[in-house]
């Protein structure tokens, strides 16, 4: 029990030492990324929020959310979005792997890590080669509420501009604390 322990550990470090050299930039770039386009749409959502209430902010999620995404993406080549199983976009289906990381990054919120620091990376075959992926959980805040939460509680604007802008919305329903969904970033190796 104690030797196959030993070994499996060992095995799981080399595996880690093994992967480290190649993806170590490209997570820290990911971080990097991640981080700058939170607190760029934090920063404009919060602005159109003071400005104008929730649904004007709408139009920012709208507009904003994909074009700092593709900006981001255009200056490190790497594909960049945001997923959620409960997408309002349509757009915004997560894949298998997506899947798989919100499940595990739910497993370690529950445990108790700080969801500041929740993310996670990998590397999958794929037929065309070996893809790097990355994924950050964007949790709940309550400012998110707004715009996120009970459909009881929405304003009868943000709720009428949904309803108009998104008529397949399946991303209410939440309360602060839990995961959103994923900021996901892929680039081909
Ligand atoms: C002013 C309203 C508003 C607020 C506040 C808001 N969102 Fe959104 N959110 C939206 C809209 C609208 C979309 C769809 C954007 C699009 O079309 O790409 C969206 C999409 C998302 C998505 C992409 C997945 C999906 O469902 O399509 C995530 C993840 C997300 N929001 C997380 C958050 C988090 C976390 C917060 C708080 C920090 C937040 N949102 C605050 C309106 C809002």
Redesign the pocket.
Known sequence: MKRTFKLSFFALLLAGCASTPDTANLVAESRQTAGGLIQTL?GE?KA??TAGG?????G???ER??KIAAEAAQRTGMQIK???P????P??VPDAWENEALASLEKRLAAGEKPETLDLHGVVNTPDGKVFRYAKA????P??????GATEKLSPE?KAT?AA??PND??TGYSAGMI????SIKKAL
């Open positions: 934090g959502l159109a929020m929730p649904a004007q902010a709408i920012v999620c709208k959310a994909p945001r997923v959620s409960n997408n309002r976009n757009k915004g964007l949790v709940t805040q400012a998110c509420l707004n715009c996120h943000v949904l802008e998104y399946k991303a959103r969904g994923v900021l």
